[in-house]
């Protein structure tokens, strides 16, 4: 069973992030990068189907920089080898997932996070899905796979969806659909002499361009209108004519 795992490489989330110079991206120069939070369910989900029902699991990280120390942390919790996609320009949810199906072939399941932490966009796992022709079951609380079939679980607006399916598919992963496992040293030597590919692409046009970048205002100060019951109508005016929110 060929599985594959995507993997994305964003700011730390205790980042503070600035505006650049230019007003259309983030000044991310005195960031410290991670894997995608998201992605270590979608790992340890790859790896719990092999462990299951026998397989490889590829890890591919498509990105302008070395991410190698991060590729051979995913090789150290189970994955048997990794990829990473190196190119240069704007890498948007689509450049991305046209990458990965133009390297990867047809994997027999493929497992992402629901979404990256850093644009929030959640739109690769969509992508890739449909360039590869496989089903997609997105944002997933739970998932069981067994004999060839799936049966998932979502959190929807007032309550749960359940959906089924077979294989290959494709699955985006929320919080709490597993535990993600952390690597003894044992393991972690012997990533070291797992395969580690690193092929260069040439970048995609891309199909979105950010306009403008700004930080949401600072949030004002609250204050007291009054106590009690005396304070209710200055309240409900202040909300209808100062804040609009009524």
Known sequence: MHILCCLARVPDTTTRIHVAADGRSPDLKDAQWIINPWDDYALEAAVQLKEALGGEVTVVHVGPVDFQKDLRAALAKGAD???Q???????GPHSIAALIAAHCGKPDAVFLGKQSVDGDVGATGAFLGKLLGLPVAGRLSALTIKDGT???RREIEGGVETVEGSLPAL???DKGVNEPRRAGLKEIMAAKK???EVVKAEPLPPRLEALKLEL???RQGGR???TGAGAVSELVRLLRDEAKAL
């Open 224 to 226: 007291i209108v009054g």
């Open 150 to 152: 799936f049966t998932a």
């Open 171 to 173: 699955f985006t992963l």
């Open 216 to 218: 949401p205002r600072a």
């Open 81 to 83: 080898k990794a990829l």
């Open 85 to 91: 996609i190196q190119t240069t320009g704007a890498l």
């Open 194 to 196: 797992k395969p580690l």
